[in-house]
């Protein structure tokens, strides 16, 4: 039944997430602390990293995040219709990036993204003890100090969505005429 993409997959192959219609009426709010881009703690609670994916798993399993139906690109040519459930992954995939939203200049987040497909490209080809797979490690050890602070997240029937984000290596500014005081300082011939 999963191998057509046109068919839902029925409700009884998920172990991990509930369905929407089974979750509670009211969201779960989660706040992931990072320190250097590993999450430390979730709720102020610390803990040892598997740990905290699996106290994560629970709160989106049971508010229904972490469904994924797509289609896959094999290494062989044809494509797959792939369901999986990977309620900790979304969540702290989604927690991680938007940090790194905050806190990395656009330049180094935009090759960021490049980087995290060409990597995830060669872990799915057999291509882990490669050069080009160093490199971009290089690249991620320099960037990933900045990622500190924390996300707030809020899950509801299957969503998670941001709602709070702080660091203190924001490069966001407080407020729009600071911003307008930077841009004018830039601009100016001192500024440049």
Request: net charge negative; aromatic share 6%; charged share 25%.
């Amino acid at each position: 039944m999963l191998e057509d993409p046109s068919t839902e997959p029925p409700e009884d192959i998920y172990l991990l997430t509930r369905s929407p219609q089974q979750c509670p009426d009211e969201p779960a709010y989660i706040v992931i602390d990072f320190e250097q881009g590993v999450p430390v703690r979730a709720n102020g609670i610390e803990m040892p990293l598997v740990e905290l994916i699996e106290s994560i798993e629970t709160i989106a399993g049971a508010h229904g995040v972490g469904r994924i139906d797509m289609v896959e690109n094999r290494l062989v040519g044809p494509k797959s219709r792939e369901v999986y459930e990977a309620p900790s992954a979304v969540l702290l995939h989604t927690a991680h990036r938007e940090l790194e939203m905050l806190v990395v200049p656009r330049d180094l987040e935009r090759l960021g993204r490049h980087l995290g497909r060409a990597y995830a490209d060669l872990v799915y080809n057999g291509l882990w003890f490669t050069p080009t797979r160093e490199a971009i490690d290089g690249f991620v050890a320099k960037v990933q100090p900045r990622v500190t602070g924390s996300i707030r997240m809020k899950l509801f029937k299957g969503s998670c969505r941001v709602v709070g984000r702080q660091s203190p290596y924001s490069l966001c500014h407080p407020s729009p005429s600071a911003a307008d005081a930077d841009l004018q300082a830039a601009e100016s011939p001192a500024g440049r």
